[in-house]
């Protein structure tokens, strides 16, 4: 009895000897688990951090291009507006010069044939005077042989 006694105890021994040997197997394993466990944690937090500056610094990249496009097309926008105001302001510029150019035109026009019709008007006058004094003179001269003819007649 004492044998098995001891043989029990002995084997106690053992089963407990094995299972403080499993105990501490387990324990390391679970303390290299959670080790791995933070690790992976730790990494995962890292790689999130990581992606988050990334999509941080392409967010803040992409808003200046934005940005930037949205600046150079309002810049484009402003060029094309101030060349649709030189071209309007250019067209009514020439519309105005060529208004004038015929309103000048014209005026010289207006003068031109004042002049014409008073050259006419004078030369129409001095044409009648001359005519007057024409006739006057050959009535003159029709009386002056009349009476010259008349005297001579007389004469004879």
Sequence with gaps: RESITSEVKILQSQIEGTANDLMDCIKKEK???????????????????????TMDRDRNNMNKKMSEEHDQRRLEQMEVQQR????????????????????????????????VRQSVART???????????????RDILEHETSDLGRRVDKM
């Design 124 to 138: 129409a006058s001095s044409l009648e005077e001359k005519a007057i004094r024409d006739r006057k003179e050959l």
């Design 31 to 53: 303390v290299d688990r959670e080790r791995a466990v933070e690790t992976a944690k730790r990494r995962i937090e890292e790689e999130k951090q990581e992606l988050q500056q």
């Design 84 to 115: 649709l105001e030189n071209t309007e302001k250019s067209g009514k510029t020439d519309i105005q010069e060529l208004f004038n150019r015929v309103k000048r035109y014209e005026d010289e026009s207006r003068i031109d044939n004042d002049e």
